[in-house]
């Protein structure tokens, strides 16, 4: 859970925290999503299938929803082979242990806290609308 990946964070293990943030952070984006109205999955032609949306995909669906600043920095830290690109790293059992620097588990940690200050901005607006529609 996310939660054992920021005690591992504040324990000082972070290769650990990172092979936990990592996948966590990507079931929230597309929990984002999925709460935004979007579809998480994609139909595969040949399979005539089911399947999950890659993360660039999903980022790519909820850039209108985010900033831009905060869309390049996920894309950059989790899906962009130009930066971190720990989605590919810790999915794919490249990032090892020498790797697990705190530069990495504090993006993930920031990452988680500027989505959460955007979901509570977002829930307040949808209150103040709500409460003025009321009373209009």
Not at 126 to 136: D, E, G, M, R, S
């Amino acid at each position: 859970t996310v939660m054992e990946g920021v005690e591992l964070y504040f324990e000082g293990k972070h290769f650990q925290a990172i092979c936990i943030l990592a996948p966590q952070l990507e079931d929230l984006l597309r929990q984002l999503l999925s709460v935004l109205g979007g579809q998480t999955t994609t139909l595969h032609k040949d399979a005539h299938a089911f399947t999950e949306k890659n993360l660039n995909r999903i980022l790519a669906e909820l850039r209108n929803d985010i900033s831009e600043e905060l869309y390049r920095y996920i894309s950059w830290v989790m899906d962009d082979y130009r930066g971190y690109n720990l989605r590919y790293m810790v999915g794919h059992g490249f990032f090892k242990k020498k790797n697990g620097s705190p530069i990495y588990s504090t993006a993930l940690l920031h990452i988680f806290c500027l989505l959460i200050c955007t979901i509570w901005m977002v829930i307040e607006i949808i209150t103040i609308l709500v409460t003025y529609k009321h009373y209009a």
